[in-house]
């Protein structure tokens, strides 16, 4: 087998090279290494494994020279996970030591790894937390049967209520949810991401047909959205948004549900719902009453200093920064663009 460091944004057909349908990974396509180099200018240096002209592994990693947080690699950068392709016992051990390799070329202080995948049982963690997929083959009344009773309540409530959800790929979708976006973040005294991110996230991801903003309304009020991503035949639940006021009508419920009931009728088998803090015990409720599977998620720090493994904490906080929740908005859009790249 030959290894080599690869930038797939200089292959055109990288997504049918590592077979990204089957595999069915959306943070391996070309489309999101495109949206996260031109948002942040993070350096793609993927590690493949090539036999006989195919790639046979994959350890995806990008370089992130920051001012702030020093340099360093991350697979991958804004991905609550990253899956490997490939990596079995004997290509794990060679692509582990070309990653040593290309950090010290590149005076990383570490490079970390999104999963389990390719590293060594006992290996310390640095960080834990939990994912949550949910099955979406059995369609959607075993689907409905499945939620826990609150979350079928919810449900009818906002249908009652009135409340709608329609689902777009239009820019002013992803705007109308920038709005949100920028509300909830502050509220939980987090920055929100640059505007250009969602820019390039539009035309990179929305326009190839790979994601769509599903939008709850009341009374001609946007009080609730969400931003889906899919490739090949699973789906992902990326952003979530809602307008404080509106909490009672429990728009983000239903539009996770309607997001569910689409995705199974078109065919999807799994939805995944991205990573959750060991911290945040009511969005790990919110997310297992829908019937997911949970999932145990570990990410490893290698430092190169020390030649090792270094442990560390339970996951990064959620619990934001109360100066962020006493700005206005304008204000904390200008914290976001300046500072949010230097936090992956």
Same mark, same amino acid.
């Given at each position: $087998? +030959? ?30 290494? %495109?949206? =996260? ?23 995806? $990693? ?83 049967? @499945? ?31 920038? %709005? ?6 502050? %509220? ?44 090949? %035949?699973?789906?992902?639940?990326? &952003? ?6 509106? +909490? ?7 539009? $996770? ?7 199974? @009728? ?32 570990? &990410?490893?720090? &290698?430092?190169?200093?020390?030649? +090792? ?13 109360? =100066?962020?929740? =006493? ?18």
């Amino acid at each position: $087998m +030959q290894l080599r460091v690869i930038n797939p944004l200089d292959c055109p057909d990288w997504n049918e090279r590592i077979d990204v349908r089957r595999h069915g990974t959306f943070f391996n396509t070309l489309e999101w290494a %495109r949206v =996260l180099s031109l948002s942040y200018g993070f350096e793609p240096c993927y590690i493949v494994g090539e036999e006989d002209g195919g790639i046979v592994c994959l350890q995806p $990693m990008m370089h992130i020279g920051s001012w702030l947080t020093g340099s360093r690699g991350v697979s991958l950068p804004f991905s609550d996970y990253s899956e490997p392709v490939g990596l079995d016992p004997r290509r794990a051990g060679l692509v582990m030591g070309t990653l040593q390799d290309l950090g010290r070329r590149r005076k990383w202080r570490y490079f970390e790894l999104r999963c389990a995948d390719g590293v060594e049982p006992g290996t310390p963690a640095s960080a834990e937390y939990r994912t949550h997929s949910l099955n979406l083959v059995p369609g959607e009344q075993a689907l409905f049967d @499945g939620l826990e009773s609150s979350v079928r309540t919810s449900i009818r409530k906002a249908l009652k209520a009135g409340v709608e959800v329609t689902f777009s790929d239009t820019w002013v979708a992803l705007v109308e949810f920038y %709005r949100l976006n920028c509300l909830t973040r502050r %509220r939980h005294g987090l920055p929100p991401q640059p505007f250009s991110f969602f820019k390039n996230l539009h035309q990179q991801v929305f326009a190839k047909g790979m994601g769509t903003v599903a939008i709850a309304r009341h009374g001609g009020n946007v009080i609730a959205a969400s931003v889906y991503c899919h490739v090949g %035949r699973r789906a992902l639940f990326k &952003y979530g948004a809602s307008d404080a006021k509106y +909490q009672e009508l429990r728009g983000s419920t239903l539009v $996770m549900w309607d997001a569910i009931r689409r995705y199974a @009728g078109d065919g999807y088998e799994v939805l995944s719902f991205g990573r959750t803090s060991m911290a945040n015990e009511g969005l790990r409720r919110f997310k297992m009453g829908w019937g997911a599977l949970e999932s145990e998620l570990r &990410y490893y720090n &290698y430092d190169l200093r020390r030649g +090792q493994f270094v442990g560390g904490g339970c996951g990064r906080g959620d619990s934001g920064y109360t =100066l962020v929740k =006493l700005m206005p908005l304008s204000c904390s859009r200008w914290v976001g663009a300046l500072l949010y790249k230097h936090s992956a």
